[in-house]
T-cell receptor, first 113, second 116 residues
Framework: GEDVEQSLFLSVREGDSSVINCTYT??????LYWYKQEPGAGLQLLTY?????DMKQDQRLTVLLNKKDKHLSLRIADTQTGDSAIYFC?????????????FGTGTLLAVQP | EAGVAQSPRYKIIEKRQSVAFWCNPI?????LYWYQQILGQGPKLLIQ????????DSQLPKDRFSAERLKGVDSTLKIQPAKLEDSAVYLC??????????????FGEGSWLTVV
């Protein structure tokens, strides 16, 4: 079935690292994504990882993929108040012209100054 | 590069009324998506177009929802008649080619619908 799960809420202090976790169901997903949604705004693509990779680093963001456990995580180093938002992980399903994204429920990250 | 444009941003209607949302994707993007995001949930795909053809509408409640992309560019999503549970943000998104590397999907800011 199509089910992507995330914890609902994470609170950290400014300057600390944040780790947001996600589990997905489709082992054939080719790409996994992290999107950020600020209040009243659309979804902003943060980063993505190809399924044959274990890790991807992009400035303050580190994505870890454990394909055996179908577990994806997003680490934000030196978290800032501007990082406060809802973070969605998403897996790609289908293939070719039918490729689509299945989103998790989102994790609300609150950064305390 | 201009992003995905949507209008209206906000709409309040009474139940059983109709509403239409418009989307203009990024220039050159062949694939267009409509997602529904209910408060507290992740976006759920309603319909996916490839150029002006429907690729996936399996999650679209066809008794009340319809969508079209007649010339393969702009798209409209219509709800008639609206129900209270249709209150949500309707997100339009586009991508160059669903099979392309990374399949980067770009989202608009959404159209917020409240049905009272």
């Amino acid at each position: 079935g199509e089910d992507v799960e995330q914890s609902l809420f994470l609170s950290v202090r400014e300057g600390d690292s944040s780790v947001i976790n996600c589990t997905y169901t489709d082992s054939s997903s080719t790409y996994l994504y992290w999107y950020k949604q600020e209040p009243g705004a659309g979804l902003q693509l943060l980063t993505y990882i190809f399924s044959n990779m274990d890790m991807k680093q992009d400035q303050r963001l580190t994505v870890l993929l454990n394909k055996k456990d179908k577990h994806l995580s997003l680490r934000i180093a030196d978290t800032q108040t501007g990082d406060s938002a809802i973070y969605f992980c998403a897996e790609s399903m289908g293939g070719g012209a039918t490729n689509k994204l299945i989103f998790g429920t989102g994790t609300l990250l609150a950064v305390q100054p | 590069e201009a992003g995905v444009a949507q209008s209206p941003r906000y709409k309040i209607i009474e139940k059983r009324q109709s509403v239409a949302f418009w989307c203009n994707p990024i220039s050159g993007h062949a694939t267009l998506y409509w997602y529904q995001q209910i408060l507290g949930q992740g976006p759920k795909l309603l319909i996916q177009f490839q150029n002006n053809g429907v690729v996936d509408d399996s999650q679209l409640p066809k008794d009340r929802f319809s969508a079209e992309r007649l010339k393969g560019v702009d798209s409209t999503l219509k709800i008639q008649p609206a129900k209270l549970e249709d209150s949500a943000v309707y997100l339009c998104a586009s991508s160059l080619d669903p099979g392309s590397f990374g399949n980067t999907i770009y989202f608009g800011e959404g159209s917020w619908l409240t049905v009272v």
